[in-house]
Structure formats: C-alpha cells, structure tokens
C-alpha cells in the first residue's frame, strides 16, 4: 500500500500546493496572483490534484488543457505542469500516480495526447513506468542585450480573428482568447508587438537571480518581429532568451542570437489521439511552457 490517497485539488490546499511550489523552486515559483491565474482563466482548463497522508499535502500536480492543432485538425492536448513531492515523501512513487490520475481523467474528456517539456528529474518518471516517448530537445538561444532601437507597434488587445500561427505544424491554437489570456490578462510581465503583419511577445522574469528577457512568442516575418522584442526589452535585463523555428535559424544569427547549452525535453504519451514522433512536426515557443 502506497500510504497516501489522492484527490483532486480543492481551494482549501491553494496555500499548500504553493508552499510545495516554493519548496521546490525558490523564488523562481508561481506567485499567488500568477497561481490563480493560470489555474483559473485558462480557457481550456486544467486538470489538478493533490496527493495526502494522514490530511498532509505531501504532493501535487496539475494538466493544463489547450486546444491545439495536431495533424491539421483541431483537438484537445494536456500538458504536465507545476508539479513536486514533498522532499520526505520522495520515492513513494507520488508524482507517477499523480501523472497517473491525470491521464485516465484527461482520456475520459477525450483527451487526444499528453505533452511535458520534462525537467532532469522527472525525464526518467515520464519515459519510464509512464511509457511516455521522447519527441524532441528544443535549443535554447541567447542574445546578449544592451536595448536596441524601437520597433513595432504595442498591442494592447488581440482581436478575434482565427488562429493566428494557423500555417505552423502542431501546436496549441493561438486565438484572440488564449492570447489574451495567456499574455495581457497575465500578472507576468509581458509586451506584445505588431510589425510586419506578425506580432510578437517579449517577457521579463527573473531566473536563477538575474533579471531576463524571452521571446514569449512570434508569428510572422522573423526579423523585424525579433528587432521588436529585443527594442522591447526592459533595462536592466542582459540576456534575451527564444526557441527559433525550423528554418528560422539565420534569421535569429542575423539579429544577434546565437545557441545555448540548454535544451527543451519534449515528450509525450498518446491517448485518444495518435501521437507524431516526428520532431519536426511540432512548434513550440518558450510561452508554451510553464516556465517562462
């Protein structure tokens, strides 16, 4: 007998689940308003739960629900995310029933795949007794800063009009409402710019206890997009951060950028769907995870 049940998460374990958080990643975590508001304006929503001995959250774990475009058609995908084990009930195997849970309950909304871009610790949870799939290591780029000179026009609102990266290999719909939703409802600090009939959305954060800038996301022409986020960035931040596109790598070398040790590990696991192990069939920017 493992010892501990599960159940789903309820607004009584919100200061537990964000201890865990904290416990876990420092100051680098969730704040309360950016908990709330992932968890809760999610147009998609999330799947939560948490882990108990004895009436102790001693783990959680959540699935956020987005709606994306796999094979060309559109479906329902869960990532994992924002989940740690208490570190005295390590090993007791939490995390995988956790993930467990959420599988069964994301296949019984008609869940098509499950995704992650997995930590260290967690890689071997997921390809292991979960039998998930490695799909993918993402590169991470790098551009040192000082600030360049403006570009681009300050969105203030996304307005209705489809999905906007509609020509991209899968990857999760990009609408007038998740893009609200995900960048300017966001208590995170991000700028969205439109030039050349994209737009693009820098971040700032600190991480690991410097002040950094991402390129959140970008749909459109690369370059003048990528001279706006680096026009965009905040002073104070020296490094700006993005995932380039299949083909987009000279256009990120001309503006600076250039690849970093650190890699995204993308996997998944299908479920009503099938699952595309093709790396080159999926896109993703870092405003897709997490994370960042």
């Known amino acids: 007998m493992p010892g501990y049940e599960l159940a789903a998460y309820g607004p009584a374990q919100r200061e537990d689940y964000l201890r865990l958080l904290h416990q876990a990643w420092g100051d680098d975590t969730l704040t309360g308003d950016e908990f709330d508001w992932w968890f ?56 995988v029933a956790l993930e467990r849970k959420h599988e069964q309950e994301a296949e019984e909304r008609g869940v098509a795949v499950v995704l992650a871009f997995a930590s260290a610790p967690t890689a071997p949870l997921f390809l292991g007794p979960l039998g998930w799939t490695e799909i993918a290591q993402l590169r991470i780029w790098a551009r040192p800063l000082p600030v360049g000179r403006k570009h681009g026009e300050r969105v203030e609102r996304f307005e209705p009009a489809g999905d906007a990266a509609a020509d991209w290999p899968n990857h999760i719909l990009r609408d007038a409402g998740y893009l609200n939703w995900r960048y300017l409802d966001s208590p995170r600090d991000y700028a969205a710019f439109r030039a050349a009939g994209g737009y693009a959305v820098v971040g700032h954060k600190r991480h690991r206890g410097r002040a950094v800038a991402l390129v959140a996301d970008l749909v459109g022409p690369v370059r003048p997009l990528l001279r706006a986020c680096i026009a965009g960035v905040r002073p104070g931040a020296r490094v700006l951060f993005a995932v380039p596109g299949r083909g987009e790598a000279a256009a990120y070398l001309s503006c600076g950028f250039v690849p970093t040790p650190r890699s995204l590990h993308f996997m998944g696991k299908s479920l009503a769907g099938p699952l595309d192990l093709d790396p080159r069939a999926w896109r993703f920017t870092l405003g897709d995870t997490d994370f960042f």
């Open 40 to 95: 809760g304006g999610n147009p998609a929503g999330s799947l939560m739960s948490v882990a108990r001995d004895d009436g102790r959250v001693i783990g959680v774990a959540s699935h956020s629900l987005y709606r994306m475009v796999l094979g060309g058609e559109a479906r329902l995908a869960s990532f994992s995310v924002h989940a740690t084990t208490d570190p005295a009930a390590r090993g007791r195997g939490i995390f």
